[in-house]
């Protein structure tokens, strides 16, 4: 059963430019999470898709933007970039069932803005 | 609101040695427990996970035991590796409104030496 996977996994942007990260969740997961890791700020959270509607939403400003697709890939936009968002952004999808839910991580996309 | 505290780092031990990282949690019902463990450069892996109150998760020699009247989920390992050297998370999951939601402390770095 093939993880999760994001692309791209590395990429260097300008500020003001925008990006978009991809994410596919492990097959029959329906939840994806998305999250940005700094290394002053840790692991925030950034929001959350299932079945196509955003159910949860972090503090982040309007610039960070998601949305999921019927076959439960996921994408996340950030508009103007600023180079404070230079970080590893990471996806997770959420496996629930009798033992529990679990969510698993993809190995993630270096954002570096310059 | 939800919280978990884990002990801060780096850790450095050398290999062979005991380890014990500390994590302890705040939440207002019955979470599942995680430890994530994350290489350089690579996203978080499920290290081991536990559901209920005094559930042991473990996996690769490490072992963690939900402790409800402590709340506690410390993470050990007898004999610690040089590949052990990672950034090792611990989390909790919870219903929180109609939806899961998850929690992570700040990470605590391990460093072992030859």
């Known amino acids: 059963k093939a993880g999760v996977t994001q692309t791209p996994r590395y990429l260097i942007k300008t500020r003001g430019q925008q990006v978009t990260l991809s994410c596919s969740p492990i097959s029959g997961h329906r939840s994806v999470s998305w999250y940005q890791q700094t290394p002053g700020q840790g692991l925030q959270f950034l929001f959350e898709y299932f079945s196509e509607t955003q159910r949860n939403k972090g503090n982040f400003p309007g610039r960070f933007s998601g949305r999921q697709f019927s076959n439960s890939r996921s994408e996340m936009n950030v508009s103007t970039l600023e180079l404070g968002d230079s970080a590893l952004y990471l996806c997770?999808?959420?496996?629930?069932?009798?033992?529990?839910?679990?969510?698993?991580f993809g190995e993630g996309s270096w954002l570096t803005v310059v | 609101g939800d919280s978990v505290t884990q002990m801060e780092g780096p850790v450095t031990l050398s290999e062979e040695a005991f380890l014990t990282i500390n994590c302890t949690y705040t939440?207002?019902?019955?979470?599942?427990l995680f430890w994530y463990v994350q290489y350089p450069g690579e996203g978080l892996q499920l290290l081991l996970k536990a559901t209920k109150a005094d559930d042991k998760g473990s996996n690769k020699g490490f072992e963690a035991t939900y402790r409800k009247e402590t709340t506690s989920f410390h993470l050990e390992k007898g004999s610690v590796q040089v590949s052990d050297s990672a950034v090792y998370f611990c989390?909790?999951?919870?219903?929180?409104?109609?939806?899961?939601?998850?929690?992570f402390g700040t990470g605590t770095k391990l460093q072992v030496i030859p």
């Open positions: 939440a207002t019902g019955y979470p599942s």
């Open positions: 997770a999808s959420r496996q629930t069932g009798l033992a529990g839910n679990t969510i698993y």
């Open positions: 989390a909790l999951d919870l219903n929180s409104g109609g939806y899961q939601k998850v929690t």
